[in-house]
């Protein structure tokens, strides 16, 4: 898969998203036809455009014959054993991100009608009964004049929305999002554990490569952005190559557009497209692969770790 210019990306939904309510009399909110438009990220001048479309309800019904949606976001919480915390008003709201402190916390603002909310709501369902870790929360917008106020301050007039914060600043947030994604989103942006060392600076990515180089390990070095698609679709593959390769090839992650420090290192190593992996072995780079095509990226490990690849 082709790589993102790092100067500018934000990743494109294509999934389907409704108003916040169907057309009524007394509420009728604007739907954006298929457009496209530039999104600048880290200032270098280069640019890619991001695809959204938008749809109404009423112009989606669940498909003839079908199975129906389940587990609505109704008046009542449908699943009680869920981890998920129902949200009234902008109080319990401001509440509950900061008794977070540092976690994850994933929002779902969803719709009473809405045919996507109720298809998205069960997989959130199930990722909290997982991710003890992530603090989920569910806003049904169209509940009540307070979810409405909660929804109007934070610019949310389609759902589903799902919006990531961590220590109450937004992260990152999609519309229309497909189930698979979310799961990736939940795995990139928490704090699960996994053998990826997270760098935060460019002081602690020197540390961790003058470790690795003392164990004669090689390094794998994940760089991104926050909101870079194809970084968070192959990062569940890093995952999962950094749990079979630990003892012998140490991982870790950047977001480069995380601060200035991240973003001096990017300019060191002569990072200008994401997601790029850099090879370093005894201090120094050996080579680097930019995309994010899982078998090229297992392939480009392999080679450096000196096994032949045919």
């Given at each position: 898969?082709?790589?993102?210019?790092?100067s500018?990306?934000?990743?494109?939904s294509?999934?389907?998203?409704?108003p916040?309510?169907p057309?009524?009399?007394?509420l009728?909110l604007?739907?954006s036809?298929?457009?496209?438009?530039?999104f600048?990220?880290?200032?270098?001048g280069?640019?890619?455009?991001?695809?959204s479309r938008?749809?109404?309800?009423?112009?989606?019904p669940a498909?003839?014959?079908?199975?129906?949606?389940?587990?609505?976001?109704?008046t009542?919480?449908?699943?009680?054993d869920?981890?998920?915390?129902?949200?009234?008003s902008?109080e319990e709201?401001?509440?509950?991100?900061k008794?977070?402190?540092?976690r994850?916390?994933?929002v779902?603002y969803?719709?009473?009608?809405?045919?996507h909310?109720h298809k998205?709501?069960?997989?959130?369902?199930?990722?909290s009964?997982?991710?003890s870790?992530?603090?989920?929360?569910l806003?049904?917008?169209?509940?009540?004049?307070?979810?409405r106020?909660?929804?109007?301050?934070?610019?949310?007039?389609?759902?589903?929305?799902f919006?990531?914060?961590?220590s109450?600043?937004?992260?990152?947030?999609?519309?229309?999002?497909?189930p698979?994604?979310l799961?990736?989103?939940?795995?990139?942006y928490?704090?699960?554990?996994t053998?990826?060392?997270?760098?935060?600076?460019?002081?602690?990515?020197?540390?961790?490569?003058e470790?690795?180089?003392?164990?004669?390990?090689?390094?794998?070095?994940d760089?991104?952005?926050?909101?870079?698609?194809p970084?968070?679709?192959?990062?569940?593959?890093?995952?999962?190559?950094?749990?079979q390769?630990?003892?012998?090839v140490?991982?870790?992650?950047?977001n480069?557009?995380?601060?200035?420090?991240?973003?001096?290192?990017?300019?060191e190593?002569?990072v200008?497209?994401?997601?790029?992996?850099l090879?370093i072995r005894?201090?120094?780079?050996?080579?680097?692969?930019?995309?994010s095509?899982?078998?090229?990226?297992i392939?480009e490990?392999l080679r450096?770790q000196?096994?032949?690849?045919?």
């Amino acid at each position: 898969m082709a790589a993102t210019p790092a100067s500018a990306f934000l990743a494109s939904s294509l999934s389907k998203i409704d108003p916040l309510s169907p057309p009524t009399p007394t509420l009728s909110l604007p739907v954006s036809s298929p457009s496209a438009s530039t999104f600048p990220c880290l200032g270098l001048g280069l640019g890619v455009r991001s695809l959204s479309r938008q749809t109404r309800i009423a112009a989606s019904p669940a498909p003839t014959g079908g199975p129906a949606a389940t587990n609505p976001p109704a008046t009542t919480t449908p699943l009680r054993d869920a981890r998920v915390r129902r949200i009234h008003s902008i109080e319990e709201f401001d509440d509950a991100l900061k008794q977070a402190l540092n976690r994850l916390v994933v929002v779902e603002y969803a719709g009473s009608k809405s045919y996507h909310s109720h298809k998205i709501y069960p997989v959130m369902v199930e990722l909290s009964r997982t991710c003890s870790d992530v603090d989920f929360l569910l806003v049904v917008g169209d509940e009540s004049d307070a979810t409405r106020a909660l929804c109007n301050r934070e610019g949310i007039d389609r759902v589903p929305h799902f919006t990531f914060y961590k220590s109450q600043e937004k992260v990152h947030e999609e519309e229309g999002i497909e189930p698979g994604q979310l799961a990736d989103d939940v795995l990139y942006y928490g704090d699960a554990e996994t053998p990826v060392k997270q760098l935060h600076s460019r002081e602690e990515a020197k540390a961790f490569i003058e470790e690795s180089r003392a164990d004669k390990r090689l390094v794998v070095l994940d760089v991104g952005l926050k909101h870079c698609g194809p970084c968070v679709k192959v990062y569940p593959t890093v995952v999962k190559l950094s749990r079979q390769m630990a003892g012998t090839v140490a991982f870790a992650r950047m977001n480069g557009d995380e601060n200035e420090s991240c973003m001096k290192f990017l300019r060191e190593m002569d990072v200008v497209e994401v997601p790029t992996f850099l090879f370093i072995r005894d201090g120094r780079i050996r080579g680097r692969y930019v995309g994010s095509g899982k078998g090229e990226l297992i392939g480009e490990i392999l080679r450096y770790q000196g096994v032949r690849v045919t």
